[in-house]
């Protein structure tokens, strides 16, 4: 079955930029989308199609595409940045594009 | 307000059932395709199942197939899940979301144990 990788963890101190990464054969031909889940909530939407931000969504957060490859990142990171990120894409490899998702990265702010 | 609502998340043993809720307000729910996404404890996003809009087009996770089945009622702004033969590791908190992922819901936890 199709999967996304993502790193478990990446940690930045406050004002750094923070960089996480998603690997996935599919990605040149399907979008990436971005969540961050904060413990105990639902996952918000903070990046979609690859590279668009939601209303509401702070423009330091900003995502990008290279080949397999999609970026989320976060520049000027606060401690309220502090949670975990999936990515998400589409499995166009059966009869319907079922979402897949990342294993998650956790983001620590220092 | 866009908003998800799901209910009747609760403690099942190991081969009953269970019915989940979704209660859609603030948008047109008959226009989107919807989702059931759910969350062992500590784990990551499981995607379960798909409904189309007008429910003609339905699709679910290998690990779900054969045991839960998705459905909606237009008319009542809801989107359900019906869970038989539940196993220990379906326990998970459940989400409804709107495709596109811009919306969804609080959760449901559902505990299977004996």
């Known amino acids: 079955s199709y999967e996304l990788t993502q790193p478990p963890s990446v940690s930045v101190s406050p004002g750094q930029t923070a960089r996480i990464t998603c690997s996935g054969d599919a990605l040149p031909k399907q979008y990436a989308y971005w969540y961050q889940q904060k413990p105990g909530q639902a996952p918000v939407l903070v990046i979609y199609?690859?590279?668009e931000r939601p209303s509401g969504i702070p423009e330091r957060f900003s995502g990008s595409s290279s080949g397999t490859t999609v970026t989320l990142t976060i520049s000027g990171v606060q401690a309220e940045d502090e949670a975990d990120y999936y990515c998400q894409s589409a499995d166009s490899s059966g009869t319907y594009m079922a979402w897949v998702f990342g294993g998650g990265t956790k983001l620590t702010v220092l | 307000e866009v908003q998800l609502v799901e209910s009747g998340g609760g403690l099942v043993q190991p081969g009953g059932s269970l019915r989940l809720s979704c209660a859609a307000s603030g948008f047109t729910f008959s226009s989107y395709s919807m989702n059931w996404v759910r969350q062992a404890p500590g784990k990551g996003l499981e995607w379960v199942s798909y409904?189309?809009?007008?429910?003609?087009?339905?699709y679910y996770a290998d690990s779900v197939k054969g045991r839960f089945t998705i459905s909606r009622d237009n008319a009542k702004n809801s989107l359900y899940l019906q869970m038989n033969s539940l196993r220990d590791e379906d326990t998970a908190v459940y989400y409804c979301?709107?495709?596109?992922?811009?919306?969804w819901g609080q959760g449901t936890l559902v505990t299977v144990s004996s």
């Open positions: 409904i189309s809009s007008s429910s003609s087009t339905i």
């Open positions: 979301a709107r495709d596109g992922g811009t919306t």
């Open positions: 199609k690859d590279s």
